[in-house]
Nanobody, 119 residues
Framework: QVQLVESGGGLVQAGGSLRLSCAAS????????MGWYRQAPGKQRELVAG???????NYADSVKGRFTISRDNAKNLVYLQMNSLKPEDTAVYYC?????????????WGQGTLVTVSS
């Protein structure tokens, strides 16, 4: 099993920045890729950014050029640097770990951290 704990959310004005952190523990070796998702009130959870074991990254079109995902393998941390924040970025942000393969593939989630961007 993998445990994920997010931190770094909060209240920020539009145009500001925040950095989210996700600490992973447990069966780290089983992780294929990690990502950040978000869910705004009344909306479905959506992928914000992802990073795989080869350090390839992908981003939602809405955050390209503003958000950066990175990781520190030595510390088992994944970060989401969020710049030029907009009110529409307001959501609960969740860390995700994609583990295993085939029949053993499984997604793990953190508890979420709230990001509120005021206009």
């Amino acid at each position: 099993q993998v445990q994920l704990v997010e931190s770094g959310g909060g209240l920020v004005q539009a145009g500001g920045s925040l950095r989210l952190s996700c600490a992973a523990s447990g069966s780290i070796f089983s992780i294929n890729a990690m990502g950040w998702y978000r869910q705004a009130p009344g909306k479905q959870r959506e992928l914000v950014a992802g990073i795989n074991s080869g350090d390839s990254t992908n981003y939602a079109d809405s955050v390209k050029g503003r958000f950066t995902i990175s990781r520190d393998n030595a510390k088992n941390l994944v970060y989401l640097q969020m710049n030029s924040l907009k009110p529409e970025d307001t959501a609960v942000y969740y860390c995700n770990a994609d583990t295993g393969s085939g029949v053993t593939r499984w997604d793990y989630w953190g508890q979420g951290t709230l990001v509120t961007v005021s206009s």
